[in-house]
């Protein structure tokens, strides 16, 4: 009798999330960042960040065999493709980081280095390096033929010096 | 209306109208536009990971980016969204109408259209075009009547966004005013006013986005952009040998009629799909989750 009763609250209780779920979106994965973005004076990118433009000249150049071209300039935040024979190949970027802090986090966590900076793989496809405990310079593989090495390589022709005395 | 970033690519249909649409066009930009819908599936698919933990992180990232108002891609969305505001009640009577993969355009259904005037016509592609440029300048942070980068990125357009411009030139250009299309464009914005321009429905949608201040900068402004994005609609219908012939053998793939209804044909699709809706949603999640993932 008691499993029975049990049973009965179980079934009660299913068909009612069922019923509502139903009648509304269901939960996501996304819902916390949904509530604390759209919550008063909530913002994801702070007044006084670098604006993007500013980042451009720290980029490396494209040569006869890469093409680099500029794709996103955001308060804070420069992105450039990188094409070899007209094929996106990598992402490359600079991101003020006091936009989002938490980014610098996985630096502190990490021994390696790239032309002095502390530096990071991220995932399967990123690389990335803090310079000036501040800006976060990364490249993103989007072809599996530019390898880790390839990021490294690249990420250390970038004026990542000149970034650092940004102010 | 949903109101963030995930339920927007959450809720974007597999199969329906708008999609049989496009992948009846992927023969002119083949392999370009992949219905990839699903924000969770978006960011694998934008970024190769598979992380969970990271998958978060980058999603969290783009839904704080995409809420932030300054950031311009709520008002890409906006733009998006106004621009094809589409009859559902139509498209799904004429999903019920399938007899196997296609939609019989006959009978009741065709009662129920009514093809634009070319003048109308003219306008709603050049507006449809113009938003694309106001839309393209929100996401990627170029100054709003930043024509000459618009132009130049074009060239570099890809995927979902190649294939929202192949539709824009196949189905609101080549279809309903034939080929010489950007001729009629032309002379449609030389001889109009501002007036012509007010009383046009998708123009009051998004006007106040498009840049010009009053009307007849705002008309200005659409013949500006459309003065410097003709070449490259030009090439595009030149490099891929596009006719009305052409495209209209593409679409029959979905759609059953017969060759002269053609007009008909323009306003049953401009009525019943929303590409620039469904592609821009597409477009605009990917930019996001690329800057979120360089940011996080």
């Given amino acids: ?167 | 209306m949903s109101d963030s970033i995930f339920e927007l690519v959450d809720n974007l249909p597999q199969n329906n109208i708008t999609t049989m649409m496009l992948k009846s066009l992927d023969s002119i930009v083949p392999g370009e536009w992949e219905n990839t819908v699903g924000f969770v599936d978006t960011i694998r698919k934008v970024t190769g990971e598979t992380d969970e933990e990271l998958i978060q992180q980058i999603g969290d990232r783009a839904v704080w980016l995409y809420n932030d108002k300054s950031q311009g891609y709520r008002r890409a969305m906006w733009l998006y969204q106004m621009v094809d505001r589409s009859d559902k009640a139509l498209g799904s009577a004429a999903l019920a109408n399938k007899v196997g993969n296609k939609i019989p355009l006959v009978g009741g259904l065709l009662s129920k259209i009514t093809p634009n005037p070319e003048k109308a016509q003219a306008l709603d592609l050049s507006i449809k075009l113009v938003v694309e440029l106001v839309a393209f300048c929100q996401i990627n942070g170029i100054p709003g009547d930043s024509i000459g980068d618009f132009v130049g990125a074009l060239g570099d357009y890809s995927g979902e966004s190649l294939m929202r411009m192949a539709a824009l030139v196949c189905v609101d250009g080549l279809i309903p005013l034939g080929p010489d299309f950007i001729l009629k464009a032309q002379s449609t914005l030389s001889g109009i006013g501002p007036k012509d321009l007010e009383s046009n429905s998708t123009f009051q949608g998004v006007s106040e986005s498009i840049p010009g201040g009053n009307s007849k900068g705002k008309l200005d402004f659409i013949g500006e952009s459309f003065g410097s994005v003709k070449g490259w609609m030009a090439d595009f219908v030149n490099s891929k040998n596009l006719s009305p012939e052409k495209v209209m053998k593409n679409l029959q793939g979905f759609l059953e009629f017969s060759d002269n209804k053609l007009d008909y044909v323009a306003a049953f699709i401009d009525v019943s799909t929303n590409y620039y809706e469904h592609t821009g949603t597409q477009t605009l999640a990917r930019r996001l989750i690329e800057r979120a993932f360089d940011e996080i």
């Fill in chain 1, 1 to 167: 009798m008691i499993s029975l009763r049990k049973y009965l609250v179980a079934l009660i209780l299913s068909s009612c999330l069922l019923f509502t779920a139903c009648s509304q979106q269901a939960p996501s994965r996304f819902d916390d960042a949904q509530q604390q973005s759209t919550s008063k004076g909530a913002t994801a990118v702070v007044d006084t960040s670098q604006s993007g433009g500013t980042f451009n000249r720290y980029f490396p150049d494209g040569n006869s065999q890469y093409e680099r071209i500029y794709s996103q300039e955001k308060k804070g935040f420069a992105e450039a493709k990188l094409k070899a024979e007209g094929k996106e190949i990598a992402i490359l970027s600079i991101s003020d980081t006091t936009n989002n802090p938490s980014a610098i986090a996985k630096f502190k966590e990490s021994s390696s280095k790239i032309s002095g900076y502390p530096a990071v793989t991220q995932g399967t496809s990123g690389t990335a390096v803090l310079v000036g405990d501040r800006y976060q310079v990364k490249i993103r593989s989007k072809d599996s033929s530019f390898s880790e090495s390839d990021r490294q390589a690249w990420l250390s022709k970038f004026d990542l010096r000149g970034l650092s005395k940004l102010k």
